[in-house]
């Protein structure tokens, strides 16, 4: 019988493990937005634990600081001076200038300047910049805006990116980028003069953090680029652009022969290299005053952009939470020029479903064959290993597959598992238990059968005082002194042993037991050996059968043993005195009394029920422990019913 209830439980132990291992596979496919948020999380974990690749040496931030605004002035500066910061740059050899700024005002400066607007508009400070950017290698940025709502159209002169979309031939017509409904641009003078422009937008995901930036966005039917894509392309000369859409989740855009991957929606997912000001930062004022050295600038992309306090933007990344505007840009740019981007593969989801379920199975089987010890060992390491693999993979191929789902199929099997193997040897213990108690009543049954077959008037009543044994014990428990030794437990253990008090008197000689009337001094003697005969029975059936320290047998002794002992120390057969007595003792000595003189006639006649109420209350504090005695009288109409009933059934 124990095999078959054996593979049942290894059965539901390993069903309940499956079960979240089959859940998690499912989650991973279906994705919910609480699983999402927390594969972001997971992503900016590894990210952060991940070897971060130094930037490339052609990327670099020239800052409009806080020392500038010391030197020059107040931002926004005179449009001129932004032009004769781009000519030093330009001059410096700067491959391309990218403008992480928007002109979409006239210079206010321009009121003062009468003797410039009377000379003509190239004059101006707004014509001076124009005619900078006139001369090439600048790239001017915009913000596009995707109100519902779209602002009023103002004149605004962009450069689109001029790629063919490819689409696959079951594709539904989804877009693979998003569209604008409106932009903030520079003035059109400024925008006719720039040979090339790109939009600055960068939003973050819903948990505040950056993690992606579109490189296209659509407005009015036509692609754009962002500003680094712009700068990339205008340093590099790529020619051929092509956006390619692999389905609803992924995109590439084909630039040249080298392809960058994307999402459903255009989005970069970034490589950040590392916190805040990672890459060379150049002060616009040491740039404007000739101390910035041309070896820094020269053949490199240079965003022009602002960090000084109060005209900065900044944003939190996972690598960062004050990382400047201008600084994504160059990340953009830079991983652009590397190459070494982060994707996410198309099969990303499979191969995280069949890796939840290949590891959460070989931990369900461990856990099955090994033990639930094993199966924390395993999983610990498997999750390590996972954990270790994917940080790797990110760092030296830069590939994103999470370890979320595997991690949460894995423990939550665990989990799982733990308690169901704790339910099942908590029902196996309990099962123990009851068999225990089982074998406990019949081993109580057959001595107290042997006694009844040895004495019938003994027999019976050793099983009333089973009955007055619970009643006596429940009341005492509610004293605070015997709450902790009348546990419900202990009652129930006392009240099913109770009947073997007089299990001893099996080996009194049959002329002692069942002589009416007194009995003489040496009888008396023989009598009074019955506590030890019975204590003997158990101190012998302990050592056949080599049980030790067993609370079940401990209160049994503690019944048969002194229950004729006596508050005073006159009882028999230690002369026990006060508490020295055990507390099932006590109890027994008070309802061993009281059915004696109820119902026993055999060495006189039976008294009323008040009268043995009388009896026992004159011994209290001499034969009985009063607090006994008190919690006797508490319960003593119980009592009588008890052995009305019983003097009713033997009558």
């Known amino acids: 019988m124990s095999r078959p209830r054996g593979s049942a439980r290894r059965r539901l132990i390993i069903l309940s493990g499956a079960l979240p291992v089959a859940l998690a596979s499912v989650l991973v496919l279906y994705r919910p937005s609480l699983v999402g948020r927390l594969d972001d999380s997971t992503y900016d974990l590894l990210l952060r634990s991940a070897q971060a690749t130094p930037p490339a040496a052609r990327v670099v931030i020239v800052d409009v600081d806080e020392r500038s605004l010391t030197t020059v002035g107040q931002w926004p500066w005179r449009r001129d001076v932004v032009g004769r910061l781009i000519s030093r740059l330009r001059d410096a050899g700067a491959a391309v200038i990218a403008l992480d700024v928007i002109f979409p005002e006239s210079d206010r ?62 594709d539904a017509g989804h877009e693979p980028f998003f569209r604008a409904t409106g932009v903030v641009c520079s003035l059109p003078i400024l925008g006719r003069a720039a040979p090339a422009s790109g939009f600055l937008n960068a939003a973050p995901d819903s948990d505040g953090i950056l993690r992606r930036v579109p ?81 820094a600038l020269k053949g490199k992309i240079v965003f022009v952009g602002t960090t000084a306090l109060g005209t900065r933007e900044v944003v939190a990344t996972p690598v960062d939470t004050l990382f400047a505007g201008v600084e994504v840009q160059a990340t953009v740019a830079d991983n652009l020029l590397q190459r070494d981007f982060i994707r996410r593969p198309a099969i990303g989801a499979t191969l995280e479903s069949v890796t939840v379920l290949v590891l959460g199975i070989a931990i369900v089987l461990l856990v099955a064959q090994a033990g639930i010890v094993a199966g924390i060992v395993g999983a610990s390491a498997g999750v390590a290993a996972l954990w270790w693999g994917e940080t790797w993979l990110l760092s030296a191929r830069g590939l994103f597959v999470s370890p979320l789902a595997p991690t949460i199929g894995v423990l939550g099997s665990l989990a799982v598992m733990t308690l169901a193997t704790f339910t099942v040897e908590r029902g196996r213990a309990n099962t123990a238990t009851r068999e225990k108690a089982s074998t406990q009543r019949l081993m109580v049954q057959a001595l107290l059968s042997l006694t009844e077959v040895r004495d019938a008037e003994t027999g019976r009543h050793s099983r009333r005082t089973q009955q007055y044994a619970r009643l006596l014990a429940e009341q005492l428990s509610s004293q605070p002194e015997f709450r902790e030794q009348l546990t419900p437990e202990r009652i129930d253990l006392l009240s099913s042993l109770a009947p073997l008090h007089d299990i001893g008197k099996v080996g009194v000689p049959d002329h002692v037991l069942n002589k009416p009337g007194p009995l003489t001094a040496d009888e008396m003697v023989k009598m009074r050996r019955h506590p030890e005969l019975g204590r003997d029975v158990i101190l012998k059936a302990e050592a056949r059968v080599g049980v030790r320290d067993d609370a079940t047998l401990a209160m049994a002794k503690d019944i048969v043993y002194t229950h004729h002992e006596r508050w005073d120390g006159t009882g028999y057969p230690q002369g026990l005195r006060g508490t020295d007595i055990p507390v099932a003792g006590r109890v027994m000595a008070l309802v061993d009394v009281y059915d004696a003189v109820r119902a026993r006639t055999l060495y006189q006649r039976c008294l009323s029920h008040e009268d043995t109420v009388a009896l026992i209350v004159k011994g209290r504090g001499t034969h009985f422990d009063p607090a006994v005695v008190e919690a006797f009288l508490g319960v003593s109409a119980r009592f009588k019913i008890v052995s009305d009933d019983a003097l009713a059934d033997s009558a």
């Open 109 to 170: 400066f321009e009121q003062d300047s009468k003797a410039g607007r009377d000379a003509g508009p190239d004059m101006t400070p707004d014509g001076q910049l124009a005619a900078t950017l006139r001369q090439g290698r600048v790239v001017l940025g915009y913000g596009l805006t995707f109100d519902s709502a779209p602002l009023g159209r103002r004149p605004c002169v962009l450069h689109p990116l001029g790629a063919a979309i490819i689409r696959p031939p079951d």
């Open 215 to 295: 490189l296209v966005a659509g407005f009015d039917g036509r692609l754009y680029p962002s500003l680094a894509l712009a700068a990339v392309v205008a340093t590099t000369g790529a020619g051929d652009i092509a956006l390619r859409v692999v389905n609803v989740n992924a995109a590439t855009l084909e630039i040249g022969n080298q392809q960058t991957p994307l999402d459903g929606k255009g989005d970069l997912l970034l490589r950040y290299r590392g916190k805040k000001q990672t890459f060379p930062y150049i002060s616009a004022a040491d740039v404007l005053s000739g101390g910035a050295s041309s070896e």
